[in-house]
């Protein structure tokens, strides 16, 4: 118990001896200062999903975004990385930025919904977007409830898919493909998905034969190992896959790795990237990368469009928006140097088809793989 | 040197090095540690959110802490306490009891579920002498697929594959008035299980003749084989009142600060737990004690973060050196007896 005590009464002073170093309290921020008019002292937050900020994907994407739009509007911006992934973890960061006065928060990820369900509530003078998902009380069929100070954004991540689809197979032109994706997710499956369209398309109209087996479509379960993102792609290269789309964040690095060691002993492997533009992490030597091209959500366009709304004073609160082909929030990234000029050419006139309503990418499963 | 003046020096040295590295990195060390501790106590919220995030840390410090006072590095605290937070997850989806009821059986089954899971690597460390630490890391990843692969497939959430449904209210720690107490923090009755098993486990291993007999066992196995204590019996209870321990965590955690259990997720607090109780120099009070150290860095670090320039990089490994000095107490032990001793040999010289 002595022990216990000293523990006690030790823990106490080092305590109050850090506490008494700071004697100015903290200029509180006031409390409705938010509102209509939020030009003046304008301070963005974010809160970051599982995984670091150079994630190469939500993360990275959302904060870029943020960052580009303070090379416009220059605003103060921060993030804040929770130290786990519950509700609560994601609710304390909240709590964090508004109180330290940052009342325009993004969170990238439909983890959020129920903390920006409740946070939505609590801080009324905030203003709140949430990225792949919409508040919800996350009770069995509870309706999503955007409030007035929120928004909520989706990508049709099976247009992207469709895109990368048409290219890889466009490419490729006779071989197989494989899908490694992350979580069983819906914005993964919908990559996957609209991949395996954009695949069927091209074989049925420009004349490719790129097969994908059922073996070869495979969801490893978490976003974030590495090593079975290697294992998975070693399998699939060695039943004869030729290119595959990795939807999995760091799995997907994995099977980049795996691909690039492939190449330097020699055979002509891909891999397609996935939310962002991955041709750098593909580079295996000088400028050369393993990275076919990418199916991209232009997610920094999205955190970048709501802070230029905000700045504007037309945040679309209360709305749902989906970002898509029709006002450029996926497709191929800009430069694509794998790509011969003749595919870019047919796959940006598929991008306009599926534009003009002429192409339709279902975002349902139907007899697709998995 | 007192056990407790070496926490206390870890601590200290931990926050030097953190304001170290802040320094160092262009930060001011005074203004950051005022948001930290701010940033845990601010107010009667911030209080209540600290409490609730030592909680889980309290009960895996009190497993590992009473797994290292019998001899045994129970090293898989953090698959204990997923397998009970979803035993009890179980229990609190299926069931419809009336409350009370209801959370006394979740918590009975989060304890039974973390002791399972921990009498396992019990049992074949008294029969086969197989090491703890490798099996209970085994068991640490069996515990996260079992549990990835049977939440989707029987208590799937309705829009989300990779976490349960949702806790019903009545199956939750959660309790109005103490959230009203805390101007809507999240502490919940998890934070009480803490307590009371804090003190149990203070009385069972200072007071009993069983703690007396599965001390003896951990400071020699053979010796207490000699003098008649069944060593076999004692490791495998051990284990499983640790790992019942860390199954308390798990309730405390899923059913607590969360609402549902997500899958692919181990929990860090696990292993945070080794760092809690080598702080709380294995002592149940201590443990107490450092968990709500650990409760106020970690629950302090995001308004450091928010009010100071500070990356939360560099915060995080600011906690990391401290945790690092908490962990290697036993150096300064030794760097103590050095300074004695050359202090000595100085005497004898100057004599």
């Given at each position: 118990m002595k022990k216990g005590v000293l523990s006690l009464i030790s823990l106490a002073l080092s305590v109050t001896m850090l506490a008494g170093c700071g004697s100015k309290p903290a200029s509180e921020p006031s409390?409705?200062?938010?509102?209509?008019?939020?030009?003046?002292n304008f301070m963005v937050g974010m809160v970051t999903d599982a995984?670091?900020?150079?994630?190469?994907s939500f993360n990275q994407g959302t904060y870029e975004g943020i960052k580009k739009a303070n090379e416009d509007f220059k605003m103060k911006y921060k993030y804040l990385k929770p130290a786990g992934q519950t509700e609560a973890d994601y609710s304390k960061e909240i709590t964090n930025l508004y109180d330290a006065g940052y009342k325009f928060i993004v969170t990238p990820g439909f983890k959020f919904e129920t903390a920006v369900f409740k946070a939505q509530d609590k801080y009324t003078d905030a203003k709140f977007v949430i990225i792949d998902g919409t508040p919800n009380?996350?009770?069995?069929d509870a309706p999503p409830v955007v409030k007035e100070n929120t928004v909520s954004i989706y990508f049709a991540e099976q247009e992207s898919g469709f895109l990368a689809g048409v290219a890889t197979a466009l490419h490729v032109k006779d071989g197989q493909a494989g899908f490694i994706g992350g979580l069983e997710i819906p914005p993964v499956q919908k990559f996957n998905w609209g991949f395996q369209q954009g695949v069927a398309y091209a074989n049925e109209n420009l004349g490719t034969k790129l097969v994908i087996n059922?073996?070869?479509?495979?969801?490893?379960?978490?976003?974030?190992?590495v090593a079975a993102g290697s294992q998975l792609a070693a399998q699939m290269y060695d039943r004869g896959v030729n290119v595959i789309f990795a939807a999995a964040g760091g799995v997907g690095v994995g099977a980049i790795n795996e691909a690039k060691t492939r190449v330097q002993n020699g055979s002509d492997v891909w891999v397609v990237g996935v939310d962002v533009d991955q041709y750098q992490d593909g580079?295996?030597?000088?400028?050369?990368?393993?990275?076919?091209t990418s199916a991209v959500k232009k997610i920094d366009h999205a955190a970048y469009d709501m802070i230029k709304a905000e700045m504007e004073g037309?945040?679309?609160?209360?709305q749902t928006l989906t970002l898509d082909a029709t006002n450029d929030g996926?497709?191929?990234?800009?430069?694509?140097?794998?790509?011969?000029d003749d595919v870019l050419k047919q796959v940006d006139e598929v991008f306009n088809k599926i534009k003009g309503g002429e192409i339709k990418v279902s975002a349902e499963q139907g007899d697709l793989i998995k | 040197m007192n056990n407790s003046v070496k926490s206390l020096v870890a601590v200290l040295f931990g926050l030097i090095a953190g304001a170290l590295l802040m320094a160092l990195t262009g930060h001011d060390p005074v203004e950051g540690y005022k948001y930290l501790i701010q940033g845990g106590l601010k107010n009667p919220e911030r209080i209540g959110n600290t409490l609730a995030t030592a909680t889980p840390l309290i009960l895996t410090g009190l497993s590992v802490a009473f797994a290292f006072r019998t001899g045994?590095?129970?090293?898989g605290a953090a698959g204990q306490m997923l397998f009970g937070g979803f035993c009890a997850t179980a229990v609190g989806l299926s069931l419809e009891l009336p409350r009370a009821l209801l959370l006394l059986v979740m918590v009975l089954a989060g304890f039974i579920g973390g002791a399972l899971w921990a009498v396992v690597p019990g049992f074949l460390k008294a029969?086969?002498?197989?090491?703890e630490v490798v099996s209970t890391i085994m068991m640490n990843w069996t515990a996260y697929w079992t549990v990835y692969y049977v939440i989707p497939a029987y208590f799937k959430g309705t829009s989300l594959e990779t976490e349960s449904r949702q806790l019903p209210a009545d199956a939750m720690l959660h309790q109005q008035w103490l959230s009203d107490m805390f101007q809507?923090?999240?502490?919940?009755f998890g934070f009480f299980i803490a307590v009371i098993a804090v003190l149990v486990v203070a009385f069972l291993i200072n007071k009993t003749t069983l703690g007396y007999e599965l001390k003896a066992v951990g400071f020699n196995r053979h010796a207490s084989e000699y003098a008649g204590i069944a060593v076999k019996r004692s490791i495998v209870l051990s284990m499983f009142i640790s790992g019942g321990l860390a199954g308390l965590a798990g309730v405390a955690q899923y059913?607590?600060?969360?609402s549902s259990l997500q899958i692919g997720v181990m929990p860090s607090q696990g292993f945070d737990g080794i760092a809690v109780a080598l702080l709380g120099i294995n002592a149940p009070v201590g443990v107490f004690v450092s968990a709500l150290f650990f409760g106020i860095l970690y629950s302090g670090r995001g308004f450091m973060n928010a009010m100071t320039e500070i990356p939360p990089e560099i915060a995080d490994s600011i906690i990391a050196i401290i945790i690092y000095f908490a962990a290697t107490s036993i150096l300064i032990e030794r760097l103590y007896h050095k300074l004695k001793l050359r202090r000595a040999a100085n005497k004898k010289q100057g004599e």
């Open positions: 409390g409705g200062a938010g509102g209509e008019t939020p030009k003046a995984g670091t900020i150079d994630d190469k009380s996350g009770e069995p059922k073996e070869n479509v495979v969801y490893q379960g978490s976003f974030d190992d580079v295996y030597e000088g400028d050369k990368s393993v990275i076919l037309k945040f679309p609160g209360g996926i497709g191929l990234p800009e430069n694509n140097p794998n790509l011969s | 045994l590095f129970n090293i029969k086969y002498n197989v090491h809507g923090s999240y502490i919940n059913a607590g600060n969360a």
